[in-house]
């Protein structure tokens, strides 16, 4: 029977940082999932390096437990499986999201563990009419299934803020493992890593940005507290993002980058600072903040659709299309920052996945 504690090869690279992309979902025209191309999307992250895949979050489409839909189950399966036959020779973490009031998070995380997911991405977006030590219940409940990735989503697109009180206790909660802090704001950021240093398992949980941004000033930012006389440090070891399921190999590559000047005492931090505002540039090309992220997940599909990957941008939510103007923002990153894009490794691996190509 599987436990709901975390592997110590898994636990071991979650506390050390990795790359975790935000998996999207691909889709047939007529609305059906497109198992080939769902399939090569994870093969596609296993290739580039990355460390984990994070599977029906918001970059996977909520809309996939809707029952009209019904596709959460499959949708898990499909990454599981590819991880399963990709054999990897490293620790590789599969995160799946889990939403919803506490009866339905509870179905989504047993799902979760059907599947050996090692850990659960818990939104508590929708969770509006709870107070917070009710959601700090809701927590506990799904803590004692799968081990919690926390999620801190911002309140531009539905997240709620929650008090540093809620954050200290939250870190509290032994089964949790990690945050996600998307707050898009560098107040609600800084309640989390205060509140995590001021509680007893400030060594226990790992910090990982969400904030797409800034995703390289998180990854270079110390933080530093004065705790009982003690300097407590924390740091986002890695992120799990939705920019990360595009570029992906050069988000990897990156990402060495950053630990390396870390490492060697901020050697070459000037050049990656101002990488920081290139990424933060696509990502606004991509994600769309300018109308309110509508195009986000049809930005990203149009990224990976003229690499090859994906056929097409259609969703579940036939609201979400590309804005004004969002084709012509990511034709200008692109042409900004090659340095920042993927395109020819990815045609070249793709030369050796046509089973799934066509």
């Not at 050390?16 to 596609?44: K, M, S, W």
């Not at 009031?101 to 599947?115: C, D, G, H, M």
């Not at 081990?147 to 939250?170: C, N």
């Amino acid at each position: 029977m599987k436990t709901n504690k975390l592997h110590p090869d898994i636990q071991d690279l979650l506390q050390t940082g990795t790359v975790i992309p935000a998996h999207p979902l691909a889709l047939t025209e007529g609305l059906t999932i497109d198992e080939n191309r769902q399939r090569l999307l994870t093969r596609y992250y296993i290739a580039s390096g990355v460390g984990g895949v994070a599977v029906g979050v918001h970059t996977t489409q909520f809309e996939i437990r809707k029952p009209e839909f019904n596709m959460l189950e499959r949708v898990l399966e499909l990454a599981a499986d590819e991880v399963s036959k990709a054999q990897i020779d490293r620790p590789f973490i599969k995160v799946a999201g889990v939403v919803g009031p506490t009866s339905q998070a509870v179905r989504e995380a047993e799902l979760a563990v059907k599947y050996g997911y090692d850990l659960g991405l818990v939104s508590m977006a929708g969770l509006t009419d709870l107070s917070e030590k009710e959601v700090i219940e809701h927590i506990r409940t799904i803590a004692n299934i799968i081990p919690v990735f926390g999620f801190y989503l911002q309140t531009t697109i539905g997240g709620r803020a929650f008090s540093y009180d809620f954050w200290k206790e939250f870190m509290e909660i032994p089964n949790v493992q990690a945050v996600k802090v998307a707050a898009f704001n560098r107040y609600q950021t800084l309640d989390v890593v205060r509140a995590l240093c001021f509680s007893s398992r400030a060594h226990d949980v790992a910090l990982y940005t969400g904030n797409d941004d800034n995703i390289v000033a998180d990854l270079l930012t110390p933080y530093r507290f004065e705790v009982n006389g003690q300097t407590v440090e924390k740091r986002f070891v890695g992120g799990l993002l939705g920019h990360w399921a595009t570029w992906t190999q050069k988000a990897v590559e990156l990402f060495g980058e950053i630990k390396a000047c870390v490492e060697n005492n901020y050697e070459g931090i000037d050049s990656l600072l101002q990488r920081n505002i290139e990424v933060t540039d696509m990502n606004a090309a991509t994600f769309d903040p300018s109308h309110k992220f509508h195009g986000c997940i049809p930005g990203i599909h149009e990224v990976l659709r003229r690499q090859g990957i994906l056929k097409g941008l259609w969703t579940l939510n036939s609201e979400e299309k590309l804005s004004e103007g969002q084709l012509e923002e990511i034709d200008r990153v692109i042409k900004a920052y090659p340095h920042l894009v993927d395109d020819a490794f990815v045609q070249e691996w793709l030369a050796g996945e046509q089973s799934l190509v066509s």
